[in-house]
DNA sequence: ACAAAAGTGTTGAGAGTACACCCATGC
DNA sequence: GCATGGGTGTACTCTCAACACTTTTGT
């Protein structure tokens, strides 16, 4: 029993593998998508996984995640979040390795050189249509989708799956896909410019038929997390 | 670049110490505490931290978890949640240590041999009155206090930190202590009565003065996470 | 009978929801 | 001039928040 307790030198414990896990998601053709790399060696060869990397002894769990989506999209300064650490015994069938899972959301627009990179095979697949994947990854994704859509509702954050400049009904498209669930055009207006979150940025988009769409932006100074009414007590 | 990507021998990788730290917060003397040991080794030495073990190579997380807990603690079967793992390169100065923290919610009356075990000093602290911390426990506090107090909002988990039965002052008054915030006690019954949560014991507890106060608990077919109304859009 | 804590309802304000038509542009 | 997507307002309902007195018990 004592042998348990945190004071003991580290040295003489055995040491797992880290990785961070780094869930991409994107909005691309109207689909909520993840990108996921082909595996190239074994375990689990030739299946699809989600993008990691091994955690480096002098390197911040951040700082591991930023690497492997600079790594695996070309993108930088996007919102990136912990999510979740998964650290069963087995979860690895080589040896034992905890993962600390990680989600970015990015603008389709903004992904350079994914897919198509030589090292290794990359592409989206709809995360309501995913296809077997490696170790735990399955469980990795539904957590982050579950994740996603919680931050989305009480959280100003969708806005990180668009362009920088918008319309109200892109932005609109982009809840409906990710809650999967139809929303009121003009409920849906009021209460996002009341939240007072997005300005006009005075350009309109013109783009087929139709009337030209008002572009909005993200107003870098709001608050992204506004309070929630609580529901206990 | 290439030997960043997951696929590799996990062996080749030179690997950090895990551990699991666990926040055990109790309502003690209408007040919100967490139970911290004091450092018996260095780092930190005669420093107050909180309690936590080395992840076991066959163990899981939650295992470690637990262990821990029943280990400081002598409780089983209490709500225990992980939190999020912290791993700055420097937060420990021996060597690199990544710790996956929990926070666990205890019942008083529940904790049989702590504070007072041989192996190390443990107390109780006022989550409004730390004392020096060892590493970055201090914000590992501090998180899980915010941690805390979210859920409360949108989750009924105000119960697990009283005993099985409780009257509907006692848990208004743990409300308080973690929302620090005086609530209604009319708004309160009603809102937590209309959330069926709880039941109706038909024992009444006389202490002291005044009128005796029907006891309730909390129903186990309740579902815990009552959604809220979403914010956006 | 009085001190102490338990218990109980109503009203006004604000937010949420449901719902249908006119507007600007390209073809 | 018509097809296409953009943009707008109102009425009803429900939830929230504020607020004070009566009841039951022990001493």
């Given amino acids: 029993m004592m042998d ?5 030198d580290p040295s003489k414990y055995e040491r797992p593998s880290v990785t961070i896990d780094v869930v991409v998601f994107s909005l691309v053709a109207d689909d909520l998508k993840a990108l996921l790399v082909k595996r190239k060696s074994p375990p689990f060869s030739e ?5 990691g990397a091994f955690v480096r002894l002098d390197e911040s769990l951040a700082a591991a995640a930023t690497r492997a989506l600079v790594e695996e999209t070309g993108v930088e300064d996007v919102y990136t979040e912990q999510l979740y650490t998964f650290g069963d015994p087995n979860r690895d069938p080589r040896t ?3 993962t600390v899972a990680y989600f970015a959301l990015v603008p389709y627009d903004a992904v350079r050189h994914a897919p198509g990179r030589e ?10 249509d995913l296809p077997p994947l490696a170790f735990d990854h399955h469980e990795i994704l539904e957590y982050a989708l579950t994740r996603l859509r919680y931050k ?9 799956l668009l362009p920088d400049m918008f319309t109200l009904t892109e932005l609109q498209k982009a809840y409906e896909i990710i809650l999967q669930e139809k929303l009121d055009k003009r409920n849906f207006r009021r209460k996002i410019l009341s939240a ?5 940025t005075g350009q309109k988009r013109q783009e087929g038929e139709g009337r030209p769409a008002m572009l909005y932006k993200y107003r870098e ?9 609580r529901l206990f007590p």
Avoid: C, N
């Fill in 4 to 8: 348990l307790v945190e004071h003991y």
């Fill in 196 to 200: 007072a979150i997005l300005e006009e």
């Fill in 152 to 160: 989305l509702e009480y959280t100003a954050v969708g806005f990180q």
């Fill in 47 to 51: 299946m699809w996984a989600i993008p």
């Fill in 96 to 98: 034992r390795v905890i």
């Fill in 119 to 128: 090292t290794s095979e990359t592409a989206w697949f709809s995360m309501f």
């Fill in 221 to 229: 100074d709001a608050v992204a997390e506004v309070k929630t009414r």
